[in-house]
């Protein structure tokens, strides 16, 4: 049996009347694996606890298969937590460890069979001799999770259970409890501040922000199309580029966001989304571009739908199977309130005045890409390291994903194409209004 949890205007108010969860509405339907997202003290554990009945509900309703459950004791519930710093009894082997809450629930029956099935399905089974001491971090975490699952709850809580471990493990554990969870078909809510974690888990995602809850759907649908900035930067990584801009819609002509020193026309015919930004004429926007948004080419290149600008390289990040290029743009970032400055990196040591500054060839082999005259930055002296400048701007305004075919190097001016369908627009509270929140996401919902 799994169990559909309802929350309908939770809120949880300590002493003194700090909310630290706000109006939170949220139904989990059976079986269904629903991860909670957000930042360090967000309320993510308040919730999962108040749902365990660990916490009391101070406002709002609690609804466990459609029964109201605010004041059912945790023991009524039937419902197996998963803890961050997972608690063995050292003094048990495995297999005891496992089996305690079977003697508990049933004092006279043998738990030796739940406690071996749960084993196999865990992979655990030689394991169950041995006592705590003697296993891993992620054996132990096995063994935490064995002791969950013996009981065959209707519904699992699991709070950041992997994040003692190191990131293999996780990794690894991480596809063992989609597996698993999967399998068992029982309801997850599982708590997370790690936005990888929780889009290649959930069935759905839940972001929650300072208690309240900002978007829930696919991780497909929040990625592509977040309510909100917060939502758009804290999911994804690199994170979004999110710049300032200003519409301009003349009544006869293109329409363009300017960026400051460079301006994104927007293709025409223009689409309804971007008919719908004309109210916007004359307003200070927040633009967003996902680093897959841009990519290298000139204009000769573009398709129908993209727009160019160009970018001066500041920093490239190798990692193999890509590059991260991060550009200037002569734009204006938008800093999001409580997520850490966007790409806090120091700079590197400028290089000087690179021979006529041009880019000659960017694509190795390949006859290349060719921008027109480019005013290149003036480089510092050779001396200013990456110590030199302590307040540690970021590098760049627009972080670009491509492939590593590109020999790119600092103070380079490259020729970019933005995929202009690719482009979120979002007011100065950070509310998207393009694409226009008000049309259903005919994605996967
Ligand atoms: N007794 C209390 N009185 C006042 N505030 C409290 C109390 N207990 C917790 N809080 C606050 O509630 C907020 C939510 O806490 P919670 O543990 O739910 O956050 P979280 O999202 O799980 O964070 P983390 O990712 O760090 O575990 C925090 O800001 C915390 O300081
Ligand atoms: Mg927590």
Redesign the pocket.
Known sequence: MTRAISLHDVSKV??RG?R?VDRLSLDIAPGEFLVLL?P???????VLRMIAGLEHITEGELRLDGEYANDLAPSGRDIAMVFQNFALYPNMTGRDNIGFPLRIEAPGADPGPRVDATARMLGIEDLLDRFPGQLSGGERQRVAMGRAIARHPSAFLMDEPLSNLDAKLRNHLRAEIAKLTRQLGVTTVY?T?DQAEAMSLGDRVAVLRGGVLQQVGTPRSVYALPHNIFVAAFIGTPRINLLRGLVRAPLDGAMTISLGKQALRLPEPHSLDHKLLRVQQGREVIVGLRSEAVRIATPADARPGETHITGLVEHVEFQGHEVLVHFNTGSRLAVVPELEAPRPVQRPPRRRRREGGVLDRLRKGAGGLRTGAVDVLDGPSAQEGPLASPEARPLGDLVVRTTPDFDLRHGMQVPLLVDIAHLFVFDQHGERISPAPARLPDLDE
């Open positions: 300590h002493t700090v630290v957000g360090s003290g967000c309320g993510k554990s308040t708590v501040h």
